[in-house]
């Protein structure tokens, strides 16, 4: 069953929808469509089960991918530049398998169709399941806790983006925890064997491990009318790492 998702509409002109990563935001995809919202409307979105969405029950791309059509139909967009990254592209790519007639163009952020394992995440878990934030009187400690499990600052900072206060005296997070650790195996799951033939930029970041060279060969399969542009300097996060570039290219398709 859908969600109404949390969303916030910048702009005006030729629709971008963003779709934000696994334990993020639309916040994290601030920088980018505060640019595009130059000459674009702009559609962020939080995922079920992170941000301001509500929590549910249940978390695979198929639901995912009937919660944003429901939004798209709801707000009135067609032929919708469709931005994903990570998690988020997965429920892009979903999507234009599901509802190929809305999308005029895909765009998917460091992600493939394939299956991924959970060595990227198995300590990011460890860190959240750990912790007990009804104990936890300030973001310091919860920052420091992290950082014992996580080594990557930039990391750290990246999951206390979404620690806020319920109350004056109660910590919690946006993302739903339980339900995400028990549903990382759907998360990471391939997207399914359907081609998908909407013009489609894969944007991989060339120090990442998410899209590698033996990717391209099912990419292209799966995407026929697909090509893959690489930002040699970047990582996983290429959008907070080069935001300039990928702000380019997305707008070279939309």
């Known amino acids: 069953m859908s ?3 949390f969303h916030r509409r910048l702009g005006s002109g030729q629709p971008i929808v963003l779709l934000h990563g696994l334990f993020g935001s639309s916040d994290n995809l601030g920088t980018v469509a505060k640019e595009l919202a130059t000459d674009h409307e702009v559609v962020l979105v939080d995922a079920r089960d992170h941000g301001r969405s509500p929590h549910t029950d249940r978390v695979t791309y198929p639901l995912m991918a009937e919660d944003l059509f ?4 709801a707000e009135g967009l067609r032929d919708v530049v469709l931005v994903g990254h990570s ?20 765009v998917v ?3 493939g169709p394939r299956q991924y394992t959970t060595r990227n995440h198995d300590h990011i878990l460890a860190a959240l399941q750990d912790i ?6 300030t973001r310091q400690e919860v920052e420091e806790h992290l950082a014992r499990f996580v080594p990557e600052p930039g990391v750290v900072q990246f999951l206390m983006k ?6 004056p005296e109660q910590l919690a997070w946006r993302f739903n925890v339980p339900v995400l650790a ?5 998360i990471l799951a391939a997207i399914g064997p359907e081609t998908v033939r909407t013009p489609t930029l894969f944007i991989r970041g060339g120090q990442s491990d998410y899209i590698t060279r033996e990717d391209l060969p099912q990419i292209k399969e799966q995407f026929p009318n697909s090509r893959v542009e690489t930002i040699a300097y970047a990582g996983h996060w290429v959008h907070a790492q080069a935001p300039e570039e990928v702000v380019q290219l997305i707008r070279s398709v939309a």
């Open 70 to 73: 429901e939004l798209l139909a």
């Open 3 to 5: 969600v109404s998702l």
């Open 109 to 111: 952020v460091d992600i």
């Open 132 to 137: 007990d934030l009804a104990t936890k009187r």
């Open 162 to 167: 979404s620690l806020y206060w319920s109350t």
């Open 182 to 186: 028990r549903d990382l195996t759907d």
């Open 87 to 106: 998690m988020g592209g997965k429920t892009a790519m979903r999507f234009a398998q599901l509802y190929p007639g809305i999308l005029k163009q895909l």
